[in-house]
């Protein structure tokens, strides 16, 4: 063999060599962090029996009506992530965090993450809970549960208010992702080495050092675990079961999203104002009128009034005061259901970082 090609027969071989060894130091590495960040992840909320596993919930506030709040897709901890915002909604509301199966403090689980099954699995846990009338409030790929949610369970759904929430036939919802590639860098610690440079991506300003502390303990556990895979693979799946479906007519809608976003150029075309803290509310239902959630039930509120499309609700109060969320100094006022929440901007800001707007 000639000098020149052993030589890089020998190079090759080195290269090899050290990245295998590399390789098998992140995969021990994270095998043995994962056992010992066991001990140091925190319990919170409350533990319900869904399908013989155990699925955490927290309750927060008295008020006399409820808001379930959903994740959008890969929330390491709802709880926590939602922390701000159910601070603020908890002053006069009773508040349901749900985590679902794979996600904060909740079991994994075998059953396939279908919407169908997601949805099941959550209502089964808040009527463990006795909560049978609520707002349903999701972000990201809650808004796909929550269409069906509304539609199966029409008496106990007195609104759904969506933050950057997902819709039927949104661009990339198609996408197939590289679930065996992303299941090997997993068990290789890469991403726990990625993660680590990274850091949590929660504002500092608004999430204390505790909570961030721990959102990244919960984000080596549950991100890309096997549930987490799961849910992953099934994406366009459930998008496309939800092509074709909406929320009920009667059903009152109010979304907020981002006012602009540059992954995300094209629009519903429906927006009704554009309040100054990166925030919008509308309602696709009509281009004319934002829609209000009212205190009534449902059936009650869909008349039209003057300036409103067929089958969204007369403006009110509420959307003028939603209107008014761009004068509102550092906060934002949104109402819903009779209520004004007054949530710190910062929690949108670093909400709407991580999660790139409209993504599942």
Not at 147 to 161: H, K, S, T, W
Not at 208 to 231: F, G, H, M, V, W
Request: hydrophobic share 35%; glycine share 8%; net charge negative.
């Amino acid at each position: 063999m000639k000098k020149p090609v052993k030589r890089v027969l020998v190079a090759l071989t080195s290269v090899v060599a050290v990245i295998a060894l590399g390789l098998t130091a992140t995969t021990v590495g994270n095998a043995v962090a994962t056992t010992i960040e066991q001990d140091r992840i925190e319990p919170y909320g409350q533990k319900v029996t869904v399908d013989g596993h155990d699925m955490n919930v927290m309750i927060t506030g008295e008020g006399s009506e409820d808001i379930v709040l959903l994740p959008g897709f890969g929330t390491a901890s709802p709880v926590l992530d939602f922390e701000p915002l159910v601070a603020e909604l908890a002053r006069d509301h009773r508040v349901i965090v749900v985590e679902p199966f794979g996600y904060g403090l909740s079991d994994g689980t075998d059953r396939a993450r279908t919407t169908d099954n997601i949805v099941t699995e959550t209502h089964a846990a808040l009527q463990e809970l006795g909560v049978d009338d609520y707002v349903l409030m999701g972000h990201s790929i809650a808004g796909i549960y929550g269409i069906q949610f509304a539609n199966r369970y029409p008496d106990e759904v007195r609104a759904f208010v969506g933050i950057d929430s997902s819709v039927p036939g949104q661009p990339g919802s198609d996408t197939e992702l590289p679930v065996a590639l992303f299941s090997a860098a997993k068990s290789l610690g890469l991403v726990r080495l990625i993660a680590s440079f990274r850091g949590t991506g929660y504002d500092e300003s608004v999430y204390s050092e505790k909570a961030r502390e721990q959102i990244a303990l919960l984000t080596d556990r549950n991100t890309l675990s096997p549930t987490y895979l799961n849910a992953m693979s099934l994406l366009p799946a459930n998008f496309e079961d939800a092509l074709g479906t909406s929320f009920p007519e009667d059903l009152p809608l109010l979304l907020f999203v981002v006012a602009d976003n540059p992954s995300v150029p094209t629009g519903c075309g429906c927006t009704r104002s554009r309040p100054r803290r990166s925030l919008t509310a509308r309602s696709c239902r009509s281009t004319e009128s934002t829609t209000s959630i009212t205190p009534t039930r449902r059936g009650s509120s869909t008349s039209s009034a003057p300036g409103s499309a067929r089958g969204c609700p007369p403006r009110s109060d509420v959307s003028q005061r939603i209107e008014a969320a761009g004068a509102a100094g550092s906060q934002t006022s949104r109402s819903v259901s009779g209520w004004t929440e007054q949530s710190h901007d910062g929690y949108w800001r670093s909400r709407s970082a991580r999660s790139g707007s409209a993504t599942s």
